[in-house]
């Protein structure tokens, strides 16, 4: 966008026809569209015309109304995300619809070159209808049945799936069960594997097909299984791995719910992108001084040795370099104090990060909150429209600056922490969508790495930017790291070797990617400030600063590095974030009251 540009909504509609044969087709680029209110968007003319084949739309919220139990929608949402995950790998076949994701759709079809414009819609309101309408690729695929009394093998079902391509499905004997329909439409022959009574933890014996000996844990016996069979392989993926909440919640251990009672807490919907590129699955605590809290009779820390052995593997196919972990500890469910372990939330969260910090994994927060999303495996497709850049809007800034005034207190406002894909999909784009933003300068930290599942939404905020929209990297820059556990010595849960280059290449590509020069906060957790050597690396791909977070600190803290500005980030738990924004404000109002002698915050 031109210097002052508000985005594209002040863009003129330049749409031109072309003729073909006896049809006028009506041209529509991305230029032509107004993205000031993405939910006035409409589809271009065309779009459901079937040219382009036929787009599958699996109506999320009617599906789920028309089932009995939540167990029935698990499965059946289970089901049909990897069914879209499997038929999305070379075309986009299906798409998930919800109340965000419609939005998406007519943007994705707004356009005349557009990723899902000319394909005919056929929408499926009901997993029957799926059954009936997809039957014929539902049967070429055949399933794996997984067992809800062993949680853990729903999260087995995932990894097979992906690389074996059998579709998920509990098993039940009841009539109206999803296993029960498949079975009497197709027969006994759909059944490609059946994962139930195959992981004992029998001491002493053999996991099932391996010559390894079992833990003395079923469900670390059928991970040690998957990893033997998939992973030592190769044949999943070396750029990601997933931290997804197995079926435990609604197990006869589990609460019956998810929480909330939302489907998004399941993190089913991301698991079209799992399947789709082969990224192995797992649900494993990341404690290593007690049992995991839904397997307590295991050895304590079996499940953090089980997981060290995945992100060991992960480490080495990887030849070092980092890749990702998508998800998250489920802390509301499993291996806190809220169901009886040592640890609090924050502690899970500390933790994963630092555990798979030292094996040079980055990630994408998706907590629960919003911690999922649908259709990942079509936004993936979406070919950039936007050059991302802040070129001009950089020169501008540091042209206008003021002079430094030692009586004037300056305010950084960092807009975060967008680690997370599914955080940046369901809120980043509402608090974008304010009709205040480009009032005062803002940093959001919408981390770059994150772009590889949202395309399309990277397009949508950097061509509506304003002058005042500035993008940084959040916590801790390209994925969310403990940076201080990358040197060599220091890596806690690893004897590996220093970090630190890996990271730079790293954050070095993302940030050029999204030109980005800002890392908005290192998040070390409990391990301390960021250390020199640390703050070294990160000012090759920062320089134009770097804010530090830290526990316990009061000092928000001041330097310089390699003439790279470094600035800790205040703390103050005065207030109540669920309170008025007055109060909240007067809040931080009195942190700079108190500090007087601070400057920068």
Not at 410 to 438: C, F, V
Request: charged share 20%; proline share 3%; glycine share 8%.
């Amino acid at each position: 966008q031109p210097s002052g540009s508000t985005g594209s909504s002040n863009t003129k509609s330049t749409v031109t026809t072309s003729s073909k044969s006896s049809t006028t087709v009506k041209k529509v680029t991305f230029k032509d569209l107004d993205l000031s209110n993405l939910k006035n968007l409409q589809e271009a003319p065309g779009a459901d015309s079937g040219v382009n084949g036929t787009l599958y739309v699996i109506d999320t919220d009617s599906m789920r109304e028309r089932l009995s139990s939540n167990q029935f929608i698990y499965d059946a949402t289970k089901f049909s995300v990897s069914l879209q995950g499997l038929e999305n790998r070379k075309n986009s076949v299906i798409y998930m619809k919800d109340g965000t994701s419609t939005t998406w759709l007519t943007f994705l079809r707004a356009q005349t070159d557009g990723l899902l414009y000319g394909k005919k819609i056929v929408t499926l309101k009901t997993i029957d209808a799926v059954v009936k309408t997809l039957g014929d690729r539902i049967k070429s695929y055949g399933i794996v049945v997984w067992d809800p009394a062993q949680p853990f093998t729903s999260n087995i079902a995932t990894n097979v799936c992906g690389v074996e391509g059998y579709l998920p499905v509990m098993y039940s004997d009841d009539e109206d069960s999803l296993y029960m329909k498949l079975i009497g439409k197709f027969g006994q022959s759909i059944v490609k594997m059946d994962l139930r009574g195959k992981f004992t933890g029998k001491t002493g014996s053999k996991i099932w097909g391996t010559s390894i000996t079992s833990s003395g844990s079923a469900k670390c016996d059928a991970y040690l299984w998957a990893m033997e069979k998939y992973v030592k392989t190769n044949k999943t993926s070396k750029d990601f791995i997933a931290y997804m909440t197995d079926f435990y919640p609604l197990s006869s251990k589990g609460t019956g719910k998810f929480l909330d009672n939302s489907i998004y807490e399941t993190y089913l919907p991301s698991q079209d992108y799992i399947v789709a590129n082969k990224i192995f699955t797992f649900d494993l605590s990341i404690f290593k001084d007690e049992p995991a809290t839904d397997d307590p009779t295991q050895a304590s820390g079996l499940d953090y040795r089980t997981l060290q052995k995945l992100l060991q593997y992960q480490y080495d196919r990887n030849g070092g370099k980092f890749s990702q972990c998508i998800g998250f500890p489920p802390f509301v469910y499993k291996y806190t104090t809220r169901v009886g372990g040592k640890y609090d939330d924050t502690m899970a969260e500390w933790t994963t990060v630092e555990v798979m910090t030292a094996y040079n994994i980055a990630v994408q927060a998706d907590c629960p909150g919003p911690s999922s999303f649908y259709n990942c495996s079509v936004f993936e497709k979406y070919t950039p429209q936007v050059k991302y850049t802040q070129a001009e809007k950089r020169k501008k800034a540091l042209s206008s600056l003021p002079t430094y005034d030692s009586n004037t207190t300056y305010l950084y406002i960092y807009m975060g922490d967008y680690d997370a894909a599914s955080w940046t999909y369901h809120t980043g784009t509402r608090m974008w969508a304010s009709k205040d933003r480009g009032e005062i300068p803002l940093a959001w930290a919408f981390n770059p790495n994150l772009m590889q599942r949202l395309p399309m939404v990277w397009d949508y905020f950097y061509s509506t930017a304003t002058n005042n929209d500035f993008f940084i990297a959040g916590d801790s820059g390209a994925g969310y790291i403990n940076s201080n556990l990358l040197q060599a010595g220091k890596r806690k849960h690893s004897t590996l070797p220093s970090g630190l280059e890996a990271w730079k290449e790293w954050c070095t590509s993302w940030y050029k990617k999204a030109d980005i020069t800002i890392t908005g906060m290192l998040l070390d957790g409990n391990n301390g400030y960021a250390s020199t050597d640390v703050l070294k690396a990160c000012s090759s791909f920062s320089p134009d600063g770097i804010g530090v977070w830290n526990w316990p600190s009061n000092d928000s803290g001041m330097s310089v590095v390699n003439n790279v500005a470094v600035s800790g980030m205040s703390q103050y738990w005065g207030f109540d974030q669920n309170g008025t924004v007055e109060n909240a404000a007067n809040a931080l109002i009195d942190i700079i009251d108190n500090r007087r002698n601070t400057r920068f915050y």
